[in-house]
């Protein structure tokens, strides 16, 4: 029988790239330049590529009539299992490319670490994955050097991102009940191992886009990995699963 807290690690992962992936793809058509709109479109494709494959995982330990569609569109919003920083507003440019640096940081030093993994689906997928997600972090870091060390008002747009989003990173590291339950059965990954790196190459980003880190005592909202969302999460799942649910079972 498969243990619950693999299949919320799971869809845990599989939530991250696909909330994200949904928030990014509103920028499709609406970029400040053309390749770049295209850059961060690609970029949520990659992500729902990600998704794809921890949500078939998923499927397959579930069992039953689950399938990947049914868990990206059949799910309400407490049954999401995302860091909430994938869901928050993306703001201007600056805003959703810093957030970008700052998951995929995250994800680079996590799938990095997952690859490893003695659970074979997981440790595929996070191969795979890492593989798109370098890219990401060199595109969205090369975005936070050019704002943060360019013009008065690029340096004031990324301070005020970072103001934004910064109180989101917490969470990131913060494990829940079945992070804690795959790291003890020796399938994930103890997020609090991977911190370090994480604000290591963060710090190193920012010293070179002269941003200032904020404080480390500063307070962090947690509760997505819990269902615990905010109140734009249902929006985005209002748009992403009109379609499903409206027309149940509809094929094109």
């Known amino acids: 029988m498969t243990k619950q807290y693999l299949i919320d690690y799971t869809l845990q992962l599989a939530d991250n790239a696909l909330i994200l992936a949904q928030r990014n793809s509103e920028w499709c058509g609406h970029g400040p330049v053309l390749e770049q709109d295209i850059a961060i479109s690609n970029i949520s494709l990659d992500l729902i590529g990600q998704a794809r494959n921890f949500y078939q995982y998923a499927a397959t330990l579930i069992g039953g009539n689950a399938t990947e569609d049914s868990l990206a569109y059949l799910r309400d919003a407490i049954d999401f299992k995302n860091n909430l920083i994938s869901e928050i507003l993306n703001g201007d440019w600056a805003q959703t490319v810093l957030r970008q640096f700052l998951v995929s940081t995250y994800q680079f030093y996590l799938y990095d670490a997952l690859q490893k993994s003695p659970d074979q689906q997981l440790a595929a997928i996070a191969e795979k994955a890492l593989k798109e997600v370098t ?100 929006y985005i799942l209002a748009e992403m699963q009109f379609m499903q649910r409206a027309y149940p079972s509809a094929e094109w």
């Open 135 to 234: 890219y990401h972090v060199r595109w969205s870091s090369e975005w936070v050097i050019r704002l943060g060390d360019g013009t008065s008002e690029s340096k004031q747009r990324i301070e005020k991102a970072l103001e934004e989003i910064w109180p989101y990173t917490g969470e990131l590291f913060i494990p829940v009940q079945h992070e804690t339950d795959a790291v003890t059965a020796g399938i994930g990954v103890d997020p609090k191992m991977i911190e370090e790196n994480w604000k290591q190459k963060v710090s190193t980003v920012f010293s070179e886009a002269t941003l200032t880190l904020p404080p480390q005592n500063i307070w962090m909202h947690t509760g997505g990995k819990n269902g615990i969302h905010t109140e734009y999460l249902g």
